[in-house]
């Protein structure tokens, strides 16, 4: 009886995470083309509409473990909660992530929230050992990589 008083009451958390592709056939990341090429594929039709914001979560040996998409807003911004990035990069136990958002603008070079964001994550990814290996922003034209220019 006093199991279903404490019970009755409580949300049953559920954390799940699988994959039905092998190791071998996982998608690996050598360098930021990598990345672009493989964004390019999973991103929604709005890259010039509106801006959204990618998580790619990758394994120890840089193998693509899966893809999420964080937000998607308004013509200049969409807002990233970083408690939701790590909540999915922990439920995959990701060793490591790349981020990316797109500027619809066309303009390659990050804003300057674009730089704290980043800062925030690569802090924040410290306290779980799960590092932040790049920030891509992507336009319809090219592609701007944060470990490229040595911001990271």
């Known amino acids: 009886m006093h199991k279903n008083l404490f019970t009755s009451n409580l949300a049953e958390i559920k954390v799940a995470y699988s994959t039905n592709v092998k190791f071998r056939d996982m998608a690996k990341i050598r360098n930021s083309g990598d990345c672009e090429s493989m964004l390019r594929k ?3 039709s709005h890259l010039e509409l509106r801006e959204e914001f990618y998580l790619l979560l ?3 040996a840089n193998k693509v473990i899966g893809w999420h998409c964080i937000s998607q807003g308004g013509i200049s911004s969409t807002v990233v909660d970083i408690r939701l990035i790590f909540s999915i990069a922990l439920k995959c136990v990701a060793c490591g992530i ?3 958002h797109n500027h619809p603008s066309g ?4 804003s300057e929230s ?4 980043t800062k925030k994550i ?3 990814g410290k306290l779980f050992d799960i590092s932040l290996l790049d920030h891509i922003i992507l336009t319809n034209e090219g592609y701007y990589s944060f470990a490229d220019v040595g911001i990271l």
């Open 98 to 100: 790349i981020v990316a």
């Open 107 to 110: 303009n390659l070079l990050p």
């Open 114 to 117: 674009d730089i704290s964001l």
């Open 42 to 44: 999973i991103w929604s």
């Open 58 to 60: 990758l394994n120890r």
């Open 122 to 124: 690569k802090e924040a």
